[in-house]
């Protein structure tokens, strides 16, 4: 079993639809959570880290469900330019120096 | 402007030829790691440093050597480059605690 898995997709949604991608890992020891997106070919960036109790950012939402052992991301209304490769990420260290990437979700949004 | 450099961007070499990828931090951050991104497979941990003069192997080190003789510079190097090797090669650099901030990648293909 992958450390940690995503479903590849792609996603293809309309402009203003409201998109979750989950991502589950298999370490319990996992401490830090991370969401980064990647446009085609160039470099991960990050989009939000992930906390215990949730957090929010505009239009995009990260939860962690610790028993189940995954993170989530909530898009809502999406844009044209959502439209990326979402990557999960996680370390079993609290520095964040060594993450475990999942393979991402492609996400294409369409008019 | 804080950023992460890399150098080549893109490379094209022979099997056996040695040769090195630098990379670069102006964010004076204690860690540095490179990972290699394959379709399919996401992106792999090849080495990490947490300091100068620390390093250690991540998820895929075979092939590859490192060294971090300076704080900013964690140069990727491949003795005997071989196909397998040809991919696409990202540095990241984080301060401690903190999320890591990737350079703008650098592809390689090995023929």
């Known amino acids: 079993r992958k450390e940690v898995e995503q479903d590849p997709g792609p996603f293809n949604v309309p402009e203003g639809a409201t998109v979750a991608f989950n991502c589950t890992y298999s370490?319990?020891?996992?401490?830090?959570f991370f969401w980064y997106r990647q446009d085609c070919r160039k470099e991960p960036k990050l989009l939000m880290s992930v906390y215990s109790s949730g957090n929010e950012d505009g239009r995009f939402t990260a939860q962690l469900n610790r028993a189940s052992q995954y993170i989530s991301l909530l898009i809502r209304d999406s844009k044209l330019s959502d439209s990326a490769t979402y990557l999960c990420a996680v370390t079993d260290t609290g520095t964040a120096s060594k993450l475990t990437f999942g393979t991402g979700t492609r996400l294409q949004v369409t008019l | 402007e804080a950023q992460v450099t890399q150098n080549p961007r893109y490379l094209i070499t022979v099997t056996g030829k040695k040769l090195t990828v630098t990379c670069s931090q102006n964010?004076?951050?204690?860690?540095m790691s490179w990972y290699r991104q394959d379709p399919g497979l996401g992106l792999r941990q090849i080495y990490y440093s947490m300091n100068v003069e620390v390093t250690d192997k991540g998820d895929v080190p075979e092939g590859y050597k490192v060294s971090r003789k300076e704080k900013r510079n964690f140069p990727l190097i491949l003795e005997s480059p071989s196909p397998n090797q040809t991919s696409l090669y990202f540095c990241?650099?984080?301060?401690?605690?903190?999320?890591?901030?990737f350079g703008p990648g650098t592809r390689l293909l090995v023929l």
């Open positions: 990241a650099s984080s301060s401690q605690g903190e999320t890591q901030y």
């Open positions: 370490n319990s020891a996992s401490q830090s």
């Open positions: 964010m004076n951050h204690e860690y």
